[in-house]
């Protein structure tokens, strides 16, 4: 794969399709993270850098990547606008005590849907689309939250493995080489283990297995860890109800 002929056909699909909308640029929920980093920076190159406004939303949020955040926007000459969510977050949770404990999942995802709220209220206030962060990797296994991170207006690296993020990130030196270094962490909870810590299965692999089980584009998985591969068929399966619409109950008579 030509990832900069890449690079350049994602930016030039965003310029087309930001054109079509009516809307004058984009709103990027920058993380500090390698997926967010990599979508702002083709924000960039799609758009001028002055309709491009990244968003950082704290929420228990680690100073490094926070620190990533600002580093990023400064190397790309893009507007970076803090809004704190803690204290909207601490209320809501505080609320819901009184159906009962909020347990880590729930408070997890009451973050994620905050920042989708926060991101829309700032787009639709500006005109803007919200350009949303997802890889196939992380969709395909069910690793977002359903209208949180995964409620945007554009995927542009929707069909990049996560390996491949890296590849296309190697090409943008704006991105900080932390950034393309850390392990990468959802960073939702102050405790949050890495990603690859969580599934016990490495970013690497897991690509491979989701390549073997494509039916398009099979890969050979005899060489791979059985259970290894299990257990990402099960994700793929718990994760059907985020990938898919709704399910509509059909009318039963006439």
Known sequence: ??????????????????????????????????????????CCRAVRPENVIAISLPCETR????????????????????V????????????????GEVGVIARENIKSRLRMVAGYGISNTINYLLAGTGNKSEDTIGFFTKYGDGGVDILPIYNF?????????????????????????ADLSPEQKSDEEIFGITYKEIDIILKGLDPNN???????NVKNIEKIKNMIKKAEHKNNMPPRCPRFSS
Do not use: H
């Open 161 to 185: 493995y996560k390996t491949e993020v890296y590849k296309l990130a190697e090409l943008m030196p704006e991105i900080p080489d932390n950034i393309k270094t850390k392990a990468p962490c």
């Open 63 to 82: 100073e490094d990547m926070k620190n990533d955040a600002q580093e990023l926007t400064n190397n790309l000459g893009i507007e970076l606008r803090v």
């Open 218 to 224: 099979p890969q050979s998985l005899n060489k791979l």
């Open 84 to 99: 704190d969510l803690e204290g909207t977050y601490n209320t809501i949770v505080r609320e819901l005590l009184s159906v």
């Open 1 to 42: 794969m030509n990832y900069q002929n890449e690079i350049n056909n994602i930016s030039k699909w965003m310029k087309e399709y930001l054109e079509n909308s009516g809307c004058e640029g984009y709103v990027i929920l920058t993380s500090g993270g390698i997926d967010s980093s990599v979508v702002a920076c083709l």
